[in-house]
């Protein structure tokens, strides 16, 4: 008898995987289903059995159930090996280029930023305002197409070409820079008057895509008018949810927040910094049970969907935890990160499951408790979305610390009293002393979240991280890159109050970029 290829889909592939021929269990009991049809009258017995299925047993090997490592000690130690290579050698190298961008910006957006801070905008040498701007409209290109990078990480180039979505993007961005060059030329070039506007187009920008893309799913999914536009809108909302939520969450800290960390002293900074990452909890958990629920993008691009308000704001949140002088309050905080980001990721699926029965209860919906034993929590989608979201949190965290911590540093390098020296030795061993201690702690805690998860959990962690590394990679890039481009200059008031003194006796030298190199 000869047996068709047959297809089993792997959850980590776009397309079927095939198999040759059926084996097993199925294959068992087809061919005594075969057999039985030329002679049904006929009584079985233990020999007819075994001469039944002689064929079977002897060309067909069963098989075997996988098994889990035969010592925890093996599993935990592959947690280990894959966390190592997620935290230390991807979370370094995003930071490292994160610490790069930070020293562009340092000689060209914020060359004499004491000045600027000032008003004294116009005291400035023409050429230093020509490096300025220029630099400030490289800049606002790449925040002005932050919501495009985003799109065509989780579609792809065919959608984006399909709506011109590029050309459309460029032109926006172009209008930024006209808007930039325009104050420049009559001379009007002043930062809090120019935000608003800015901050208007780049909505517009976030609605429009939201809409283009929207519009092209509902297009090829709905038949009806009314239930297109019912899903043009559904779709919409939710590509430009995060960013709907990290607007004002932005403007609070720019506005609110910040100042107030700078009246307060040292303990009092360490409670704000501890306490930041409330601002964006409940976004998280909207914004999480709403990408385990769409059927228009596949499972492993969901997580693009919370990369700001999880990697752009964790930067934000470690500059604050960096710039404390006190090495004793840095490591404490450290530890409550490690310990808050463990719970989170192992109780992902109770918060929202439990989130959610609120959610339906609030709406009197008789069905809540059948929806609870349901086990809606736990399908193949939620289980990848939890895995991709694992990784994108220990990644983005041990970026953000090398980035606050590489902020904080060059901040005092930049704004200090001497050249580059031997004397400014003790920066550096400062930014590896606080990066060695902090990506510790976190490597501590997120080895024993991973082995928990591959473990018990039956989340797949390491092998999707083994499969779509690149894909994390280039996700982190793009919300290290935007954020450091967006947040720098509000960061300085974070720092600036640390460096007063050195920043009021030294002169910055206004001649040119690098300088002080």
Known sequence: MVWKHYQTVDPLKREPQIGRGLSGVPLLILHLKFQFSKSIKSSLTIPTFLNLTYPLRKNI??????????????SLWKAVKDVFCIQILGGLTLGSLAIFILVLDFNSVDLCYDKQLN???????RKIQAIIVSAEVAEGYVVQMWTFLLIITMFGWPLVKKLNLLNLNLLGAFKDTCYRLFLQVFGIYERPRMSFPLNALFLIIVVMN?????????????NERRRRLKKTIKVSAILAAQLAFGIPIASGLVYGIIPMYDRQNETYRAVIAGALPLLTAIPKVIVRLTAQRIDFLHPGDSHVLLSVLYSAFAIVFRVMQAELSSLELFIILSLVHGAMDLLERLTIVVRDYLWYFIYKKINRNADAEAMLSADKFRTPRSMRFIADMSIQMILGESTAMVAAVGFIQLYGFMYSNHGLSFSDMHLVADFFIRVSIALSIDFAFNSFSFWLQISYFNIAVVRVWKKKWRKHMVVGLISTSVTKCYFTAHLFAVVKEKHKSGATMRQFNCTGPFSKF
């Not at 069963?62 to 093996?74: A, D, L, N, T, V």
């Open 61 to 74: 090997s069963f098989p075997k159930c996988p098994k889990s490592p035969s010592k925890w000690w093996m």
């Open 119 to 125: 008003g004294h905008w116009d005291s400035l040498p």
């Open 210 to 222: 939201s809409i283009l893309v929207g519009r092209e799913i509902a297009n090829n999914s709905e």
